[in-house]
T-cell receptor
Framework: EAGVAQSPRYKIIEKRQSVAFWCNPI?????LYWYQQILGQGPKLLIQ????????DSQLPKDRFSAERLKGVDSTLKIQPAKLEDSAVYLC?????????????FGPGTRLTVT | GNSVTQMEGPVTLSEEAFLTINCTYT??????LFWYVQYPGEGLQLLLK?????DKGSNKGFEATYRKETTSFHLEKGSVQVSDSAVYFC???????????FGKGTTLSVSS
């Protein structure tokens, strides 16, 4: 079974530029999560999708971050304009509702550096 | 609110030493508890889990017991190897299908 795919793996941009990250979850997984992991901290949820609907985006900085999950499969997270404090690893995870405990499977992440 | 507190790192051990990484949590109700591991250059991997009080999760020689009375889920291994060097994250989920809440992570470095 293929894992969660993310691209790019690394991205360096200047502040005020825009950037987009892509995630393809495990086939058949209805739920998709985007987490932000700042250096030295644990991951924190940005947004959660169930199929193509948003379940929780309460911690997404909506003035600069946006995300979509068209057709309930892959997803794109965008930052526009980027700030220095957006430097972090962006993790995508997916889970299925076919289990009692919904284990989350993580992709390798995209490391963003904003200069 | 819900939160997870892990012991500060880094933890530096010699091969075959005993490992304990402390984790305590604050949550309403009966959360599920997890340990994830992040090897250098790789994504987060589920190491073990426990879904109710007194459950013991185990995998690859690692163990953790869900202690509701002390709100703890400490990670232990009897004999660590160099290949165990990684960052370990304790996490909770208050409800199936909801986002994980992570601790800050503990870096483990094992030398031969």
């Amino acid at each position: 079974e293929a894992g969660v795919a993310q691209s790019p793996r690394y991205k360096i941009i200047e502040k005020r530029q825009s950037v987009a990250f892509w995630c393809n979850p495990i086939s058949g997984h209805a739920t998709l999560y985007w987490y932000q992991q700042i250096l030295g901290q644990g991951p924190k949820l940005l947004i959660q999708f169930q199929n193509n609907g948003v379940v929780d985006d309460s911690q997404l900085p909506k003035d600069r971050f946006s995300a979509e999950r068209l057709k309930g499969v892959d997803s794109t997270l965008k930052i526009q304009p980027a700030k220095l404090e957006d430097s972090a690893v962006y993790l995508c995870a997916s889970s299925t509702d076919g289990q009692v405990v919904y284990e989350q499977y993580f992709g390798p992440g995209t490391r963003l550096t904003v200069t | 609110g819900n939160s997870v507190t892990q012991m500060e790192g880094p933890v530096t051990l010699s091969e075959e030493a005993f490992l304990t990484i402390n984790c305590t949590y604050t949550a309403t109700g009966y959360p599920s508890l997890f340990w994830y591991v992040q090897y250098p250059g790789e994504g987060l991997q589920l190491l073990l889990k426990a879904t109710k009080a007194d459950d013991k999760g185990s995998n690859k020689g690692f163990e953790a017991t869900y202690r509701k009375e002390t709100t703890s889920f400490h990670l232990e291994k009897g004999s660590v190897q160099v290949s165990d060097s990684a960052v370990y994250f304790c996490a909770l989920s208050n409800q199936a299908g909801t986002a994980l809440i992570f601790g800050k992570g503990t870096t483990l470095s094992v030398s031969s």
